[in-house]
């Protein structure tokens, strides 16, 4: 059955295309949620104003899209991760972590824009290719590091008059009456 299409379908066409479809798919889908009318002249005519305001959007996420990839231009995250001592990670670092770690610096991305075909199962850095459309890619850079654990508090030093430091440089010495 041929149809002319009233917005963008993806895989199947544009605004104003006609396009040959199966009649189940014409009957239960396309004409019953308003995605395409019968290609009659009338309906074409109709269409044209459709057609140019679908290519004006069409227009300005294409230039959306190329800004991100502009932007994403020599882009490094840091995720941390727990391992452990030969740098093996318990879980692994997939699509939604690393487009979170990009969301949380202010990067417009989606986990099914960062292409990784596997996991990242261990620590250390790798280039990941992020997609927008098949033109438009970026690199980024993702460094997978040891997330420190909750026991992993660093001990006061002590300085030369064997006294503790605190976090603010100040002497923490106490001494045994000032306790009780």
Same mark, same amino acid.
């Given at each position: 059955?041929?149809?002319?299409?009233?917005?963008?379908?993806?895989?199947?066409?544009?605004?104003?295309?006609?396009?040959?479809?199966?009649?189940?798919?014409?009957?239960?889908?396309?004409?019953?949620?308003?995605?395409?009318?019968?290609?009659?002249?009338?309906?074409?005519?109709?269409?044209?104003?459709?057609?140019? *305001?679908?290519?004006?959007?069409?227009?300005?996420?294409?230039?959306?899209?190329?800004?991100?990839?502009?932007?994403?231009?020599?882009?490094?995250?840091?995720?941390?991760?727990?391992?452990?001592?030969?740098?093996?990670?318990?879980?692994?670092?997939?699509?939604?972590?690393?487009?979170?770690?990009?969301?949380?610096?202010?990067?417009?991305?989606?986990?099914?824009?960062?292409?990784?075909?596997?996991?990242?199962?261990?620590?250390?850095? *790798?280039?990941?290719?992020?997609?927008?459309?098949?033109?438009?890619?970026?690199?980024?850079?993702?460094?997978?590091?040891?997330?420190?654990?909750?026991?992993?508090?660093?001990?006061?030093?002590?300085?030369?008059?064997?006294?503790?430091?605190?976090?603010?440089?100040?002497?923490?010495?106490?001494?045994?009456?000032?306790?009780?």
């Amino acid at each position: 059955m041929k149809l002319l299409l009233r917005r963008d379908i993806p895989k199947l066409g544009l605004v104003g295309d006609v396009v040959e479809v199966s009649d189940g798919y014409a009957r239960n889908y396309l004409i019953p949620h308003r995605l395409a009318l019968e290609p009659t002249e009338a309906n074409m005519k109709a269409i044209e104003e459709d057609k140019k *305001r679908a290519e004006a959007e069409r227009k300005a996420q294409r230039q959306a899209l190329e800004a991100a990839v502009a932007r994403l231009a020599n882009v490094e995250v840091m995720i941390h991760a727990a391992a452990n001592p030969e740098g093996h990670l318990y879980g692994s670092v997939g699509p939604r972590e690393i487009a979170a770690a990009l969301r949380d610096e202010g990067h417009q991305v989606e986990a099914s824009n960062v292409e990784l075909h596997e996991s990242i199962r261990q620590l250390g850095t *790798r280039t990941v290719p992020v997609v927008f459309a098949d033109d438009l890619r970026a690199e980024v850079k993702v460094w997978v590091v040891q997330e420190k654990a909750a026991g992993d508090l660093e001990e006061p030093k002590e300085d030369a008059a064997g006294t503790e430091a605190g976090e603010d440089g100040e002497s923490t010495s106490q001494s045994a009456e000032s306790v009780e």
